[in-house]
């Protein structure tokens, strides 16, 4: 186990981050691709807007192993972290465009309704708002900037913006879907796992 | 009393059988041709401008029916384990001649007619999908329907071998539907047993469904085993599982709004990636046909 945990750890040490922005267009291509040969099945865009974002959340997911593999495993593949954030935040916006340009086609006087009433389109369009300072910070000058105190209770929003999105998804579907519940259930496993850090036991402030 | 609502059109006239089977690539071909054998007839009564009939592959690969699995593609894929042979309809509640009806007798005694009709989902997307079948007034008609009698409640089959999406619960099996005796007699309302004068595929309801064109698609239920005669408003499976969301009545209606879905307007099927979206008419276009059997009702309110 140490072994490759090891392996992991110098393997990741040599991989260099910027392949993955250009793997993570790759599946965008593929979407492009589909659409003009005509893959996409009879309703191509909502098949575009589901996929993006499921990829999206599914991306977002990842992020969420990177700490507790350092902390239980011992691995450390901290530095992939910000390129998927960076990359989820890429389809998270694809995702809206799609939305917007070809599925409601800039209808404004639909779209507000749609954000201001249906409880789905609410919660994920807060999850995407929540995920722009983010995505805006996602760099070394922002965390000097802010302070690394700062910036680590900033980024403690992607745990609220998961959250939202894995609800999203829930509520996108008129049922209770096996798929979306199990991907929320994911998220919420993997956001207990976080608890003791947001909330820190209250130390006893007399001694 | 068949053929109490004619559109002066057929699927013939519409689509010819070479172009509906290979629109695509006859559309790519020659525009000009095009032009002249599906352009021209498609104003004709009952159709707006612009409601050219879906492709039989568009019509059969791309609908909801949850007993074969949620996505709009699973219809399609699962459909074929349905065994449509022999088919019984009990027929019962407040009619004369209660009974097993099979589908065989039940197609011999209706006169199977072509209605081209507007289809509306409640997820705001629609098609134009030329059907063949015969009015449920006939099929009721047949049966004998009582006086007391104030509604018509449907049942679809259950048979989780061959529907395997019965096995989960997300809904509770069979799926229901139920309409008013006026709107069950009402000429646009029609038992469809075909498309594009082949017989219906098992994904979109198959041997027989109910088709009420100025209802969201979920109304129009399929695969019906069971229709009852009752004097109650029946239930109703969306209703069911969200009386918010789904009213009993479900009249399409653009200035009704939906909890989940805007209904001001629709993306019409099969129009590619641009297509633009067209608004929503009331009762789905039919309002001159059927807006009498709602006067004096709030629709706000009986949504």
Known sequence: MSALVDTINTTARKVPTWPLYVLALLPVAWLVWQTFTGGLGIDPIKTIEHQLGLWALQVFIATLFVSPMRRYLGCNILKFRRPLGLICFFYVSLHLLVWLLLDLQLHWGEIWKDILKRPYIMIGMAAFVLMIPLAITSNNASIKKLGAKTWQSLHKLSYLAVFLGGLHFVMVQRVWEFDSLTYLAIIIVLLGLRFRQVFPKQRNQNS | ?303
């Open chain 2, 1 to 303: 009393m068949a053929k109490r609502y004619t559109s002066d059109l057929t699927w013939n006239d519409v689509t010819p059988k070479e172009v509906f089977f290979n629109r695509r690539a006859f559309m790519a071909g020659g525009a000009a041709l095009a032009a002249g054998t599906i352009g021209g007839p498609v104003t004709a009564q009952g159709l707006r401008e612009g409601d050219t009939p879906n492709t039989f592959e568009e019509i059969s690969s791309y609908n909801n029916f949850y007993e074969f699995g949620t996505g709009k593609d699973d219809p399609a894929k699962y459909a074929s384990a349905l065994t449509t042979s022999p088919w019984n309809v009990e027929i019962g509640g407040l009619v004369d001649n209660p009974g097993d009806y099979s589908f065989a007798d039940i197609m011999e005694k209706m006169t199977i007619e072509e209605r081209v009709y507007r289809f509306r989902c409640v997820e705001a997307w629609s098609m134009v999908v030329p059907w063949n079948g015969f009015e449920l007034a006939d099929l009721l008609n047949l049966a004998g329907v009582q006086d007391k009698a104030k509604y018509v409640s449907f049942e679809t089959l259950v048979r989780p071998d061959e529907m395997w999406g019965q096995k989960r619960s997300f809904l509770e099996w069979p799926y229901r539907e139920g309409l008013r005796l006026d709107e069950a007699m009402h000429p646009l309302t029609i038992m469809a047993t075909g498309i594009y004068g082949k017989d219906i595929p098992n994904q979109n309801g198959a041997p027989m469904r109910l088709v009420v064109p100025w209802k969201y698609g979920f109304k129009s239920i399929k695969s019906i085993v069971k229709i009852t005669l009752t004097e109650e408003e029946p239930l109703a499976t969306w209703n069911m599982i969200n009386p918010r969301e789904y009213g009993f009545y479900s009249n399409v209606n653009p200035d009704v709004d939906h909890p989940r879905w805007s209904q001001a307007s629709e993306r019409r099927i099969g129009g590619g990636l641009f297509a633009k979206r067209i608004p929503t008419l009331k009762f789905n276009g039919y309002e001159e046909e059927v807006a009498g059997l709602y006067e004096g009702m709030d629709l706000t309110k009986n949504y």
